[in-house]
């Protein structure tokens, strides 16, 4: 199985996912009837792609960083075949998705309820995230995918190396954000 059919599966997967929320929606009549069929599908599409989104681009980053800490840090990992190590990375961040909204929210609650700084908001982020996808990589390589083993501590090196990397890219585009917001107005 290659990298392009997993992603494919994990497209109609999260088509079949968004297919079934959009019909829970209607049956419990949070959203109207769509006017017409294309705006049915239309509508289901956003979702299954927004979920595929969410859940692939984060996934061939996982996939990217354990290549990168094998290539550059020795043989932590081992893997079958590259597709083994994808599907490893796209349940690892389902899973890590899952913890960390859980967890962010806490964090988010507790920084709003005690009124934390924002560089200790910073340091709490970073220390949950960093906790969800250490246990989301323990937990997938030793009870899960059978076709994975992590060495000497690679749970905790990829695992660093993910959360810095996945820090980084929110600190960059939330500063992003902030100077495109102060040139439009």
């Not at 996982?62 to 840090?73: D, G, K, L, M, R």
């Not at 906790?131 to 060495?151: C, L, R, T």
């Amino acid at each position: 199985m290659t990298v392009f059919f997993t992603v494919l599966l994990t497209l109609l997967c999260c088509l079949v996912i968004s297919s079934l929320v959009f019909m829970i929606l209607l049956k419990k009549e949070i959203v109207d009837t769509p006017p017409n069929h294309l705006a049915h599908a239309a509508f289901i599409g956003l979702v299954g792609f927004s979920l595929c989104f969410a859940v692939t681009v984060p996934s061939l980053v996982i996939y990217f960083a354990a290549i990168t800490v094998n290539h550059f840090s020795g043989e932590y990992i081992l893997y079958g075949s590259l597709s083994d190590l994808y599907i490893f990375s796209v349940v690892v961040s389902i899973l890590a998705f899952i913890y960390m909204l859980i967890l962010m929210v806490i964090v988010k609650g507790m920084t709003h309820v005690f009124k934390l700084p924002a560089w200790l908001a910073y340091i709490l982020e970073f220390i949950f995230a960093w906790a969800a996808v250490y246990f989301s990589i323990k937990y997938i390589s030793n009870h899960i995918i059978e076709n994975i083993a992590i060495f000497q501590d690679g749970e905790i090196l990829l695992s660093l190396f993910i959360t810095f990397l996945f820090s980084g890219l929110d600190i960059l585009f939330t500063h992003l954000d902030k100077i495109a917001k102060e040139k439009l107005g």
